[in-house]
Nanobody, 123 residues
Framework: QVRLVESGGGLVQAGGSLRLSCAASGRTFSSYAMGWIRQAPGKEREFVAGISWSGGSTTYADSVKGRLTISRDNAKNTVYLQMNSLKPEDTAVYYC????????????????WGQGTQVTVSS
């Protein structure tokens, strides 16, 4: 059973920064690509960022490129999302997700989800 637990969300002013963390259970964490997906109030879920199993390759939604950075530490079974230059439109619940296979750039590439952490950016 895979368990993903997010932390680090909160309230921040526009232009500020947050770092989200996701702790994963299980001994196979380093075998899977991971990602972050978000859902804003009244909107559909949106892919944010993905990272390969080794951490050597990443992909981002155009809306966050240059501001958000995904990384991972396989020794700690943890994936991170560094969020800089935050905007009010980044307000959403952020979910840590695990890919089911080789691909990790779309919503449908992921099959395990955490409970989510709220990020609120005030203007």
């Amino acid at each position: 059973q895979v368990r993903l637990v997010e932390s680090g969300g909160g309230l921040v002013q526009a232009g500020g920064s947050l770092r989200l963390s996701c702790a994963a259970s299980g001994r196979t964490f380093s075998s899977y690509a991971m990602g972050w997906i978000r859902q804003a109030p009244g909107k559909e879920r949106e892919f944010v960022a993905g990272i390969s199993w080794s951490g050597g390759s990443t992909t981002y939604a155009d809306s966050v490129k240059g501001r958000l950075t995904i990384s991972r530490d396989n020794a700690k079974n943890t994936v991170y999302l560094q969020m800089n230059s935050l905007k009010p439109e980044d307000t959403a619940v952020y979910y840590c997700v695990r890919a089911r296979g080789y691909y990790y750039s779309r919503l449908n590439d992921y099959d395990y989800w955490g409970q989510g952490t709220q990020v609120t950016v005030s203007s």
